[in-house]
């Protein structure tokens, strides 16, 4: 699922992963982690390291197991800016 929000997100500059934000205000992990995919991706650190701090806040029990790859995909783009 990831990957299809961050093509999407390349492909259309943002528009259907901002979106998709609006149509699940409720979701707090899923849209973050795509969201912050996407904008590393093109090359936006600010909100890139934003949308990875609010995916790791939220982060849900079945995705614990993942989570010393988003703090080091978080980390890294700290050492960056």
Do not use: C
């Amino acid at each position: 699922m990831h990957g299809f929000i961050e093509t999407r997100f390349l492909g259309r500059g943002g528009y259907d992963a901002v979106r998709g934000k609006a149509d699940h205000p409720d979701e707090t992990f899923v849209t973050y982690v795509g969201l912050a995919r996407g904008y590393t991706a093109v090359g936006d650190t600010r909100n890139a390291i934003a949308n990875w701090e609010i995916a790791i806040k939220n982060i849900p029990e079945n995705q614990k197991v993942n989570l010393p790859v988003y703090e080091q995909a978080l980390k890294a783009l700290k050492e960056k800016s």
